[in-house]
Structure formats: C-alpha cells, structure tokens
C-alpha cells in the first residue's frame, strides 16, 4: 500500500505541475492501477493489448505522415471539414514549430504520443512476471510482441525525427525532476537500438497466427524480419546514411548526430535482411497474389479479369490475401472519399461522401506505356499529343468508354494504371453491377457530368480518382455501402523491389536484382525490364548500370505501391521529396464541359517543401523544458 500511495502522489504531482506534464519519461497517469492490471493473465492480456494500441491507430491514414505529403492525392483547401485534414495542408507549407501537425514526438495536432506507448511497453515488462497463472511460452511470445512494439515506436520516430531519446527502461518513481530530461542518442545508436530490439524480438514470435478469429493482426516472426528489413533500408538511404546535409548538426555537448561518412554496408546488411525475409514468408505461403476475384463477378472478360487481379490486391479480404504481411485491424475508412460519382443518384451523397480525393497529373504520369517503360521514354508512344482528346474504341473497351472522348494519354497504358486510377471516360467494373456490359465509366467534364464538379466541397480538383483505394464491390447510389479492407503496411511485391533496391545499392545490375523487379512487372502483364528498355525505351541501356536501374526501381515501387502510404516514406529517405514537391501539382480544367478545353493543365496546389521539411520539427515547449534537446536542422 505505501507504494501505491506514493506513486498516486506522483501522479497527481504531474497532474498539478505543468512542465513535469512535458516531460518524455513521466510515470503514466495509469500507474496507480499497475497492481490490479497485472494480477492474472487475463488483465495482463489487456495490458498487452493496450501496447498495440497505438499502432493499431496508426490505421487512420490521415495521421500518416506518408500518405498525406506524399503528393499522391491533393484535398482541396474547403469551408466544410469532413475529417482532420491538417496532414494533407503540410505539402502547403503550414509546419511551424509551436504547434507542429502531426506531433508524434509530445502527441498533438493529430498526431500521437510515441513516447508514451513505448512507457506502456516498458511497463508490461517491467511487470511480465507477476501474473502466476501465465506459462512460460505464452509470456515469451508477450515479450517478444512488446520489445517489436517498442521498437516499432522508436522507428517511427526514427523516420520522423532522425536521431532520437532511446526510452530503454522507465525512470524510478522516485528520480529526480533533472534526470527526466534526457539526451538523444546519435542517429546509428537510435538505428542500432532497434534493430537489437528486433533480434531480440525475432526468435521468440510465432511463425503463424494459428487461431485467426482471435489473433489475426498479432505479430509474427515473417512480420517482424519483414519490418526489420525495412527499418536497415531506411538506416541504409541518402537521408540517413551520410547526408551531408546534416553533417554538422550537434546537440549541446557537441556531438554530431548524425553520421558524417557514407557506410555501403548498411546496403548489405539491408539486402541480407530483406532475402531473408522473403525466405520467411515464402515458406509460410505468402506469394504474389494471382487470382481474380470471383464475388460479385459475373460475365467479365479475361482482360478484366486481370485488371481485377490487381485492383483486388489491396482491397479483397485479410484471410484472403495472399500477398498480405502486414496489415492493422483496423479499416480504410475513405472510400467515399475515392469514388467518382458515376450515376445521377449518386449526387445525393455529396455532402456525405463528396468524392473530393484528387489524384495530380504528375502521379497519373508516374504509370508505364503498356510497352512497360515512362511514357516520356517510350519511343513508340505519342507523348507530345498526349492532351489530345481522343475516341473511346474497340481495342480499349476494357478500359475506356467506347465512343466517348478522353485524353490520348489515357490509351496504351499499363494495367495498374487502369486498376489504380479513375479518370474521365475511364471503365468502373463494379458499384452494384456484376456484368462487364453494364460496367459503369465516369463522366466528370464540367459542372453538368454526373461526376463533375457539384460545390465546393464535392468537387475532385483534378479530374482523377484513387480508384485503388476502393472496392469494386463498394456501391455509391442514393445510399453508400462500403466493402471494408484493411490498407497494408507491408506486402510481399513492396518487399521484391526492396530487396532489388538494395541488392543493387549492393552489389549494383545482376540476374537476381532483375528477377525480382520482374516478378511484380509480370503480374502487370508487362515485359521484363531489360526486354522492355531494350526494345521501346529511348535509353536502351538504362537498366544496366546502377544509377538506371536505381531510377527504374524507384519508380517501379511508386507505380506498385501507390496511394498504400509507403511512398512518402520512400520518397523521403531516397531524399526525393523536396524534387517531386518543387513542380506545381497540375490537373484538368475541370469546369470545362468540352473535352478540347478540358484537357489543358491547371495548377491546383503550389507545394511548399524545403530541406528542413524532410525531417520534423520538435515542438518549441519541448526544446524549451528539455534543455537537453536541439531543434532538428533547419528549424
């Protein structure tokens, strides 16, 4: 009983005191309620729960710093607001320091407290070995799952942040107030850290989830190598691994932060990772995903058949993915969001679903000529003429509306791109109609298309659609009814080309960084890279040298995990952003009803992105009540 007065004491202290509340390494404000949490397995299984917690909110994809600055899809600046959108505004220079959106350094503005779920995790080991009735195998597989947990938090802080506070164990109750305010590590120690967190973590997780009705989402050893690889990927990249941008950024004892030379290894000991992760999935029978869905499918063709392989390869259902290695419990809850209008009762729904997600030229440009290379490389495709309108025929009738006029630049396409994106003219398989015959295409040139603008909140600023980030069996007519999917944070085609990413970062072209890069263009119905650069690409020879083929995979990943959440990431770390960020993101005139003047480039966002925007700003109470911390470069 003392210790629970005194740790009550403690808690009502910091309740009271106004800067003990900032501090990165108080005593949770549940501590009073330790001792009930960890009587049995039972209430210590809650408690576990509780340290995914965090995670499992890291779902809501308007908090994900990825998805929303990515300049992959732009929301238009709006009166009404439908959700926090504060995310999707960072790309216009909103960021400041006083208030930073998306905090996941203090928890504010959208953004969540990663120091105080890994507190939670240290606490549950801290206590793993009070609940008698726990075996021993079980509380190994516990632990394991928190130290992934606590080293997951520290690497999302990593990405965000650079060089971090590592919270290896929580502070006494009793410390005193000055040894609250900690150092942060150097940028390797941050890396290394979790990296032994997940070393640690590995052996002990199990191979499968076996009672998937009550532990799907638990995290497995497939998931954890997977997660692992990534995390030396991002260690391994431009940003992190002697950026000289940072080369001389200390913290108040003179410590540079960040490391000053080049290390190459760290691309190898990346591709080590990332081959043996794919070993470890492969073995438990993840494997591209090939089939095309069958419900709600009636008389398709085999063409749409494969274009429904693809767009099923996010959407169809957790248990039945075979791609999947990691996806959280809970669902994309957007889908009114992506969905073009496509019938005249659908515009009812405007101001509940306003289909106002717009995907900019630039990221539509991003998708292959169906010869498998950039349409501004392919030297059999029309790019000059590209905005030319241009008649809907037979050979395209997969994909385009036959008869209907749309862009030249929309025909001779890869298939992602009919599967990811919805455009004017463009075929929508799906929302209630079963038969290919009946499919319906979008219509969205002028205010008087069933898809065109309709106010100020439900208009689509550019004329694109994310249709990826729908369900073909979602259906939008007087009412909506939403197919709900869990949006992936790994899957087996992103962890191929990261592993040719960084065998090539490695050891530079060869037969198996090939192999793998063309593991996902075959299921896109496209040639192999050095087939298809060889015979159609104005620069033949692209593929064969380490700088080419760097470009290649960079885009082969943009193209296959677009709208996923993943490419901001990647665009960050390859230290890309602040290139795809300095060009005006464009879309149609879409007020226009005819298609000679709808087919003209308009400016919709003038990005703002700077070098110190690749890292996040620590918010100015903090570096002012820890005198320990330096605001992060540029800041």
Request: proline share 5%; net charge neutral; aromatic share 12%.
């Amino acid at each position: 009983m003392k210790l629970y007065y005194q740790l009550m004491c403690l808690v009502l202290f910091c309740t009271a005191s106004i800067s003990c509340k900032k501090y990165l390494d108080i005593v949770p404000d549940n501590v009073g309620t330790l001792d009930y949490a960890f009587r049995n397995r039972n209430e210590a299984e809650n408690y576990l729960f509780g340290c995914y917690s965090t995670m499992q909110q890291l779902s809501e994809v308007t908090r994900n710093p990825s998805f929303t600055t990515s300049g992959e899809i732009v929301y238009p600046v709006l009166l009404a607001r439908f959700f926090t959108d504060a995310g999707f505004q960072l790309i216009r220079g909103t960021q400041t320091t006083g208030d930073p959106i998306l905090n996941y350094w203090s928890g504010s503005n959208h953004g969540l407290s990663m120091y105080k779920a890994i507190r939670r995790c240290n606490i549950m080991l801290e206590n793993i070995d009070q609940p008698i009735d726990l075996k021993e195998p079980e509380k190994k597989r516990w632990i394991a799952e928190v130290k992934f947990l606590k080293a997951f938090y520290h690497y999302y802080l990593i990405r965000m942040y650079g060089p971090v506070i590592l919270i290896k164990e929580n502070n006494p109750i009793d410390v005193n107030i000055e040894e609250t305010k900690r150092k942060r590590a150097t940028l390797d120690e941050s890396f290394e850290y979790v990296f032994s967190l997940m070393d640690e973590a590995i052996p002990d997780l199990p191979v499968v989830i076996e009672n998937k009705s009550r532990e799907f989402g638990r995290i497995t050893k497939f998931i954890a190598m997977s997660l692992k690889a990534e995390m030396l990927a991002t260690a391994a990249s431009p940003l992190f691994n002697g950026n000289p941008d940072y080369a001389n950024y200390k913290d108040k004892d003179g410590r540079n932060l960040f490391p000053s030379a080049y290390d190459p290894q760290k691309w190898r000991k990346a591709a080590d990772a990332c081959k043996a992760a794919i070993e470890e999935c492969e073995a438990q029978g993840i494997k591209l995903n090939d089939r095309a869905p069958t419900a709600g499918v009636g008389s398709v063709s085999d063409e749409m058949k494969r274009v429904l392989v693809l767009q099923a390869t996010i959407t169809q259902r957790w248990e039945e993915n075979p791609e999947l290695i990691w996806a959280l419990n809970y669902g994309f809850g957007y889908q009114g969001f992506t969905i073009p209008k496509l019938t005249t009762k659908a515009v009812s729904m405007a101001n509940t679903y306003p289909s106002n997600w717009a995907v900019p030229l630039s990221t539509a440009d991003l998708f292959y000529t169906d010869k498998g290379v950039p349409i501004n490389e392919d030297k059999t495709w029309d790019y000059a003429n590209r905005l030319t309108p241009q008649v809907g025929d037979e050979a395209h009738k997969h994909y385009i509306k036959q008869g209907y006029q749309t862009a030249k630049g929309h025909f001779n396409r890869e298939r992602r791109f009919y599967a990811d994106i919805a455009f004017d003219g463009g075929v929508w398989f799906g929302n209630g109609q079963q038969d290919e015959e009946k499919a319906y295409h979008v219509e969205s040139r002028g205010i008087f298309a069933v898809g065109g603008p309709k106010s100020l909140n439900s208009t689509n600023i550019t004329g694109y659609w994310p249709k990826k980030l729908a369900s073909y069996l979602s259906t939008m007519d007087e009412t909506f009814t939403a197919v709900d999917f869990k949006l992936p944070l790994i899957r087996l085609a992103g962890l191929y080309l990261l592993y040719a990413e960084t065998l090539n970062e490695a050891e530079g072209p060869g037969t198996e960084v090939y192999q793998y890069i063309n593991n996902v263009r075959e299921r896109a119905g496209l040639s192999g890279v050095r087939e298809s650069w060889s015979l159609y690409s104005k620069n033949p020879g692209k593929p064969d040298t380490k700088e080419g083929l760097r470009q290649i995979i960079h885009q082969e990943r943009r193209i296959e995990l677009c709208f996923e959440g993943q490419i901001g990431w990647d665009l960050r770390r390859w230290k890309e952003l602040q290139e795809v960020l300095s060009r005006p993101l464009q879309g149609w005139n879409i007020n226009e009803g005819e298609a000679v003047n709808y087919y003209r480039p308009q400016t919709v966002v003038i990005p703002v992105f700077g070098l110190k925007d690749y890292l996040w700003p620590i918010s100015t109470t903090d570096v002012i009540v820890n005198e320990n911390l330096t605001q992060n470069p540029y800041w």
